[in-house]
């Protein structure tokens, strides 16, 4: 078993320009574990998260500070005033209906459909964003063997295999396997999930077959069939050059019409995005700066590097 990331914590900035740092977390929950390694050197450093378990906590965190989450709904619309400032945003909820939120900020972090999301919002912007296709289908197992009720545990067999190959073990009596990135698959719409590639199902449940414990104890030809509890595909907000973009947009290259008045003020419209397949990874850090920029205070990191380039 080769030696791997950390899931739960990484040294933030190392970690969005490409390279990693393991470091201690602190308190452990149900959805931060030590991770089962072949490493003891970092037997107290690296953490393993429970993708599902750490969404409902920081769903619970949000709540508890009185955050409104408001699901089954598009934004159709972001109203600007003459100095190109965001004050509302227009929301349409499934039942057709739609509300205006006044807003003293407003920052778009639309996963993989930011680019698309940005330009329905503000069509005559300047800034054309652009991304790169990154796909990734996976199946979630029953685990056979489950070790210890709390356990978890992560490998990853990229140099046996040659290609990515990453099984995780959760707590919750499942294993989670994930294979090769697709670079040409195509985005759904915005909202909807698209169908997982069957060949590349297949041949993640045949690695499956190969490198879980699947034999009866009484009869090595014998195999027990796998459980599937799930499966799917994902795409991953990827820029082209494959850092995140966390920035201000300025107010000038938002929208270009003849009333504009330049008032001094900072523009108020933010883009996050682009953190590729370490979002639940980089998320808290990530917000964190982005509310500091927003509120105009000094940053944690310098931002600079993931600023929104000039030709993107």
């Not at 959805?31 to 619970?60: F, M, T």
């Not at 190969?210 to 599937?228: I, K, T, W």
């Amino acid at each position: 078993m080769e030696m791997v990331k950390s899931f739960c914590r990484t040294d933030f900035e190392q970690a969005l320009r490409g390279g990693w740092t393991p470091s201690s977390w602190g308190q452990r929950t149900q959805w931060c574990k030590h991770i089962v390694h072949a490493s003891p050197s970092y037997a107290d450093q690296i953490r393993y998260s429970n993708p599902v378990g750490l969404g409902k906590w920081l769903e619970r965190a949000c709540i508890d500070m009185d955050v409104r989450i408001e699901t089954s709904t598009r934004v159709t619309a972001v109203e600007l005033d003459d100095g190109n400032r965001a004050t509302a945003v227009i929301v349409v909820r499934e039942d057709s209906s739609s509300i205006r939120i006044p807003c003293d900020n407003f920052m778009l972090a639309g996963g993989p459909w930011t680019p698309a999301v940005y330009k329905t919002l503000f069509p005559s912007s300047s800034i054309q964003i652009d991304a790169a296709t990154e796909a990734g289908d996976w199946i979630i197992f029953r685990n056979q063997n489950p070790v210890a009720k709390n356990s978890v545990a992560f490998v990853g067999l990229n140099g046996i295999v040659g290609e990515k190959l990453e099984f995780a073990g959760r707590n919750d009596g499942t294993i989670w396997v994930c294979g090769a990135k697709d670079l040409k698959g195509t985005l759904p719409p915005l909202g909807s999930r698209g169908p997982p590639d069957a060949a590349r199902i297949a041949q993640l449940t045949g690695c499956a077959y190969r490198f879980l414990r699947v034999h009866n104890a009484g009869d090595p030809d014998a195999f027990r069939e796998l459980e599937v509890v799930a499966l799917g595909r994902a795409f991953r907000p990827v820029t082209l050059s494959g850092r995140p973009m966390m920035a201000r947009v300025e107010s000038d290259k938002l929208s270009h019409h003849n009333g504009l008045r330049a008032d001094g003020r900072c523009g108020n419209v933010f883009l996050c995005w682009g953190h590729g397949s370490w979002g639940l990874t980089l998320g808290p850090g990530t917000g964190k700066l982005m509310s500091q920029l927003i509120l105009g205070r000094p940053t944690d990191l310098d931002l600079s590097p993931f600023r929104i380039p000039e030709t993107t």
